[in-house]
């Protein structure tokens, strides 16, 4: 006999649970009580629940098995849901594991109570109540086979305390075994016809589950092929962007080449990637619901496939078994020069900008690869501060921790999730001032657990996206977008971490090389970039926008 609590860290355990984000509420302690216990499991006590839901996601995202966060009911759950919502329109595997209200108070509105079904209904893959304790096994086991399978997304679990508190003599899951699809020989015998009568094709990835193996496949297939590859909004890492072949993203700020690069394609491959608002620039990229052009749309989802796109051959696949197959696939054809021309369209678009102001943002990126490993993992929210980021670094495989989702506030707890999933890895997060104030209380966890990443805030006092759309529709007029800072440096000390200014460009090196010593001893450590606001992008200043607003 245990109690729900010990069959519940229990059957996590089985299901190969290392670590578990969260806050610790009173509507779970039997659970918490149980993790005395199992050493094998790690629990992460954070800050926030939105933080550590977010450090969970980050961990589903490297691991490609659910991130989990155990958060307590109603306010808890509340928090917890922005981190849920980056995981659903991510495609990440995770489970989050909520504490309730007791079952003789349901639909009381007892207090803090929540109907979890209404509430994550919308974004997730499954929602359930348990109310047998013997049952806990069964719905831990499916919650994995779900997280994990087709399309990964979010499962919520909740628990109303007497399931935790009740003892039941049951028998733990085994170990979940997903299940993958795989392409049919007339899938791939289809693929190869239209791949013999293209001449301008294109290889488009993204998506999640993208596994090293996938990407070693996918890189043969693509040179087999002649194919030229291209990545969709953020996920520029499933491909090595040093490679000749990469030749850019579909995202926000596009490469205007790129788009017309589409038009005069004969056939595009989308393998993984769900095509959404972003990456579509909004959805005009493709006709719809017939693409202008022979359209592969490759995806683990049967919902995905055919839902804005009817492809010309949809293949119900994951990017690992669809890699491994087409890598087999030799389809001769005159596309050299193809291939070198989109290569030299994305050499050209990452060639230095003039900087606007004493800080260089594009040389302070360029010179990364210089400074750190190749395999360092780069976090980010949402903001102008990414567009530089992202379109001046060259992500290599498994680097790249962006929400597709827009969510502010998500670089910073990621980089945290990241460095505790893995801590030999040097991590890296670049956050906006608005964006890292949203969850920088994080660098306290990150400080008690010894999670050495590098914390870089490009701070330039401003919303500054925000303020970029302001003066694009009301140039001149500056409502809300302003912001009053701390000192971020002194703020980082404050905490237990290391803290470095940098306030013109050559200031930039000598403080990440620093910041990368005090990391080796498990001190984060947080590097302030004083950006002027004139720097909106990398393309115009905010003089530049206002004035061409006007002007209009």
Known sequence: MRNGGRILIDNLAAQGARLIFGVPGESYLPALDALVDMPAIRFIPCRQEGGAAMMAEAYGKLTHTPGLCFVTRGPGATNASAGVHVAAQDSTPFILLVGQVGLDCRDREAFQEVDYQQMFGGMCKCVAEITDTARIPEYVAR?????????????????????????????????????YAAPRPYDLEALAALLSRAERPLLILGGSGWTAEATANITKFAENCML???????????????????????????????????????????????FGENPSQGYTLFGIPAPSMPFVHVHPSSDELGKVYQADLPILCGPV?????????????????????GRAIYDAWQQPLPPATAVDMCKIIQSLPTLLPDDTIYTNGAGNYATWLHR??????????????????????????????????????????????????ELATAVQHKAGAIFIVVNNSSYGTIRMHQERRFPGR??????????????????????????KTDDFAPALKAALANTLTGQPALIEIVLDVEALTPKQTLTQIRAAAQKA
């Open 228 to 274: 030229p590859v291209h990545t969709s909004f953020r996920r520029q890492d499933v491909f090595d962007n040093t490679h000749p072949h990469y030749g850019g993203e579909f995202g926000l700020g596009i490469n205007p080449q790129l788009v017309e690069r589409v038009k005069q394609s004969d056939l595009v491959i989308a393998v993984g990637a769900r």
């Open 321 to 341: 078994e669809f890699a491994k197959a087409a890598a087999q696939l030799k389809v001769p054809g005159n596309r050299a020069k193809w291939v070198k021309a």
């Open 143 to 179: 919650a994995y086979a779900t997280a994990t399978q087709g399309r990964p997304g979010p499962v919520v679990l909740v628990f109303p305390e007497e399931v935790l508190n009740e003892s039941a003599d049951v028998k733990d899951a085994p170990q979940v075994m997903t299940a």
């Open 478 to 503: 500056v409502s809300s977008t302003d912001l009053h800072n701390p000192d971020f440096v002194a703020l980082a000390k404050a905490y237990g971490a290391e803290g470095y200014k940098v306030t």
């Open 392 to 441: 001046f670094h060259r992500y290599r495989p498994g680097t790249q921790l962006a929400p597709t989702s827009g969510s502010m506030g998500y670089g910073m707890p990621a980089a945290v999730g990241a460095k505790l999933t893995s801590p030999e890895t040097t991590v890296v997060n670049f956050s906006g001032d608005g964006c890292y104030m949203m969850h920088g209380q």
